[in-house]
């Protein structure tokens, strides 16, 4: 089980930086603008609908005052509350999606070929060590070698 942990981390470094901001930028752009106009529409103790599309269109399209009358107005309350569910769900979409991206299994993303094949140095033999057509991790076929130099490739190729 850990290295479904561990693999789905190595394939989303790069994506929590990018849901950390996309996080930061939905509670300013979105939920500031929605608490603070829920709020203002709530002030008589019932929602006035009207009150909250005009007040809504006009804070989304400067989110920085909003934020700003959201201290000011005293809906830090509503803000805090929105921001909260928003989060939560958020948080579920994001734990959804990092468990989608972990590895099926423990040899997913390696190379399942192995130059096992040998001991002590018996495939040195045929095999050089250094230099030559690439066959495996330290494993390569001379180019200069006399006699049969035939190989079978066993696997697929590639192209993206």
Not at 79 to 86: C, D, E, M, Q, V
Request: glycine share 8%; aromatic share 16%; proline share 2%.
């Amino acid at each position: 089980m850990n290295y479904k942990i561990e693999g789905a981390i190595r394939r989303n470094r790069k994506n929590f930086i990018i849901f950390a901001i996309l996080w930061i930028f939905i509670a300013i752009v979105f939920v500031a603008p929605l608490s603070y106009s829920w709020h203002m529409a709530n002030i008589k103790g019932t929602l006035d609908l009207n009150v909250f599309i005009e007040k809504f269109g006009q804070s989304i399209t400067n989110p920085l005052k909003t934020i700003g009358n959201v201290f000011a107005s005293g809906s830090v309350g509503d803000y805090f509350s929105t921001l909260l569910i928003t989060t939560i769900i958020y948080s579920i979409f994001f734990f959804i999606g990092f468990v989608k991206s972990a590895p099926k299994n423990e040899y997913s993303d390696i190379e399942h070929g192995s130059s096992d094949w040998s001991q002590r140095g018996e495939q040195y033999q045929v095999l050089n060590k250094h230099k030559g057509i690439i066959l495996a991790e330290n494993n390569y076929l001379p180019v200069d070698k006399r006699g049969n130099v035939n190989v079978l490739v066993v696997g697929r190729i590639r192209f993206w």
